[in-house]
């Protein structure tokens, strides 16, 4: 079986897509992945404005998974892996979220106020 997967072209979209790549190996022997990266219009806009502030605004999270959605629905791919984050609240109509990969421990941050360091704790 040959599944083709969307996925940006940034360093962490890659490496997030990586990771699921090994682990769907792992769980159905002999599929084939290929990887498709699909530049998005916030990609475009972040290589044309390398000063500018990072796309945040209101309105702006569709930049980054637009050129995705429309990929999965010309079936040019069979699915995407993104960052939720990323989302819009609503995904276009005829397509779901399939799956979330098993998250890691959350509890990896440590936040000191006034310039505190984890030996001053």
């Given amino acids: 079986m040959k599944l083709r997967m969307g996925t940006r072209g940034s360093a962490l979209a890659r490496a ?5 790549v090994e682990k769907l190996r792992a ?3 002999g599929v084939e992945v290929e990887v498709v ?8 806009f972040a290589a044309a404005n390398p000063d500018a502030a990072p796309v945040q605004a209101e309105g702006t999270k569709g930049l980054f998974v637009k050129e995705i959605e429309e990929a999965l629905l010309a079936g040019k791919i069979d699915f995407a892996v993104h960052s939720a984050k990323d989302l819009p609240a609503a995904l276009a109509p005829g397509l ?5 990969p098993e998250r890691e421990d959350p509890r990896d941050l440590l ?6 360091t984890l030996n001053s704790l």
């Fill in 111 to 116: 936040i000191v106020r006034g310039g505190g």
């Fill in 37 to 44: 990266v699909i530049t998005t219009s916030g990609d475009r």
């Fill in 27 to 29: 769980a159905v022997p």
């Fill in 16 to 20: 997030q897509s990586d990771q699921l």
């Fill in 96 to 100: 779901t979220i399939g799956a979330y």
